[in-house]
């Protein structure tokens, strides 16, 4: 598989940290020192996943051609609507008829989850390019006032064309992609919540979230290494799930590697999801350099897991 190109959109609302500092009396230093963030993008009255599906893949269409797209994937755990999802908001949009169209949620591992199933659709020759859009509105659901997580989320989506063969030399290379559940664990059912109906995004077991990413995002980011037949060091950048910059450096830590190998946008944009890995994989595109290896891996609550070799 490859992908062919990418796209991301931000919302224009900046909320930097002394916005909870009045709120709620949390210092600047201390939000930066527990999380890495400064500032994150919150979504205007009107914005949605929905919305932002259509902005994300506009901005991608001015790109590439879409119209041989036979495949969309959508993925959140935030929506707008759960009937209409970004995947038919999506087709809408292209106005590209009889294709199937499948929304996923894995949390915060939906990206490469979503990624997954256009592997399965490609493998079964029931497609040949994909359209994936990833999107989350957290700040629709959280609770800004909560102390322990109300200062860590932002939004942002973005958009990738998946492709079965490759278009173009600048394509970039998916090697291998593995994911999994560890929904076995004591606290994986009540780490992080999202409930609607009931308090919006919870997480009262914070820590075992931040003990279980550190643990499962260097095991995943070996397991694919050892896939493909490499090693740590023939990876030039590792991209993490952009839930913490203290989570980023351990895994970076764990695995050996000094912190210049390390992708990170979450101090500009909180922790926007599943959407995360792929803002940063597309603010990045023009930057990689032909040969460079980057190994993507997720952690998400309930909790699930994943990493994906890349290929410039």
């Known amino acids: 598989m490859y992908i062919h190109a990418v796209s991301h959109y931000l919302p224009s609302q900046i909320v930097g ?4 500092t009045q709120l709620n009396g949390l210092s600047s230093e201390w939000i930066i020192e527990r999380t890495g963030i400064v500032e994150r993008r919150k979504a205007a009255p009107g914005e949605n996943t929905n919305t932002m599906t259509v902005d994300v893949v506009q901005l991608l269409m001015d790109k590439v051609d879409l119209t041989s797209v036979d495949l969309i994937v959508g993925a959140t755990y935030t929506p707008y609507d759960t009937i209409v999802s970004l995947a038919h908001e999506a087709q809408h949009h292209l106005g590209i008829a009889d294709i199937p169209v499948v929304s996923i949620s894995t949390a915060c ?3 490469l989850n979503a990624i997954e199933v256009v592997e399965g659709y490609f493998a079964l020759n029931k497609a040949s390019q994909a359209l ?24 942002g989506a973005a958009a990738l064309l998946i492709t079965k063969e490759r278009q173009s030399e600048g394509d970039f290379t998916i090697k291998s992609l593995l994911t999994g559940g560890a929904a076995h664990t004591a ?21 075992d979230v931040f003990i279980n990413a550190c643990q499962y995002m260097p095991k995943a980011s070996l397991q694919i290494l050892e896939r493909c037949g490499l090693t740590l060091a023939d990876v030039d950048y590792i991209l993490p799930h952009q839930a913490n910059l203290r989570i980023s450096r351990n895994v970076m830590n764990t695995l050996g590697l000094p912190e210049e190998k390390l992708i990170s946008n979450i101090q500009r944009y909180g922790n926007t999801g599943c959407a995360g890995c792929a803002i940063a994989l597309s603010e990045q595109w023009d930057t990689f350099k032909k040969g460079q290896r980057i190994v993507v891996t997720v952690f998400g609550g309930g909790y699930s897991f994943g990493a994906m070799l890349v290929e410039v």
């Open 17 to 20: 940290n002394e916005h909870f």
């Open 109 to 111: 591992s939906s990206f």
């Open 187 to 207: 606290k994986a059912t009540t780490a992080v919540m999202m409930k609607p109906a009931n308090g919006g995004v919870t997480m009262p077991h914070g820590r």
């Open 132 to 155: 994936v859009i990833v999107a989350e509105h957290n700040t629709l659901y959280y609770n800004e006032q909560d102390t322990i997580s109300g200062h860590l989320w932002g939004d």
